[in-house]
């Protein structure tokens, strides 16, 4: 069963994107005929999650391989979309571009740190815990180093980073269900747990690979069309990443005009948030190089010893493909940072630009 469905897999996940687009366009109709926002934004969200919750039912499994490491058969470029949508957090896909709208350049630090990382992924750790061929990392530094003592030091801090991280993660999943569902955030974190519990009980490692390759898709889609369509409207056609240079000239005469930026924030109270809104075009920023620096080289450093992204490199057939599969993931979370100061500037100029109907300034709070 497991060989056919590996043998199909751009079948299966194409009719799974024609799907899921097709969807979108029903829930468009709808919202044309009437259908408000909450109603939509529930339709979605038990959409994904029934799709995501027939995965993990059809992925179950009692094998021990299967169950950990998706039995070592999960090709390089669907490993690749697994671990970008593993990789594609709150702060991924929620906090990047506002960081960017507000802070400007110097939240490109971000960007290169986390994509930096995954060249020390390439080169340091994703090849070598394949060729161990454990199942977990504390195995790897168990067999590598000797002893039960390394192996549990290792339990220690892989439990300290994953519980800091999925604390994060599960405080903006009730976020973001609170705000598309109109539910309490407790409900909200609650559902979320629901979901990650429906998609990976069963099934452990295989069902969470082929549950996260269908978020990918989902994921990537969500954030493309806001940007894709506030582009065309803006007039900057459909691929914004080549032609937003405008947008942020555009930007550039406003906030002065308009007293925003550092102008808005140089005295108290606001004296101590410099950092999170300076000018849109400023490649200084609020952050000395220095810092720039050095927040990058710790993003890339954090992002090469994760946890839960580093489990995803048992799961390929090879060594060889385990360096594939890494080069697979940096381009499928390149098409989301490539797009996020994309979005960030669309956004902003949405915004500040009075001759947009979407503009705020001069507006009361009412009309907003």
Known sequence: MEGKFTDNLGRIYGLYTGGFIGFIILMAIFE???MGAATIGI????FTI???AAIGWLSRTMEVSAYYVAGREVPAVYNGMATAADWMSGASFVALAGGIYFGGYSYLAFIVGWTGGYVLVNSLMAPYLRKFGCYTVPDFIGTRYGGNVARLCAVVVLVVASFT???AQINASGTI???ALQIPFEVGVWIGLLG?????MLGGMRAVTWTQVAQYIVLIIAYLIPVIWMSNSQGFGIIPHFSYGEAVARIQELEPALQLGAAAVDKPPFGGVKILSVPHFDPQGGMQSWSFATLAICMMMGTASLPHILMRYFTTPSVRDARRSVAFSLFFIFLLYFTAPALATLTKLQLLDPTLATSIIGKSIAEV
């Open 165 to 167: 991280y999925v604390t």
């Open 43 to 46: 339709l979605f969200v038990a």
């Open 50 to 52: 029934v799709i995501y």
């Open 32 to 34: 044309q005929m009437g």
């Open 177 to 179: 269900a609170a705000r």
């Open 196 to 200: 990650i519990l429906l998609c990976s």
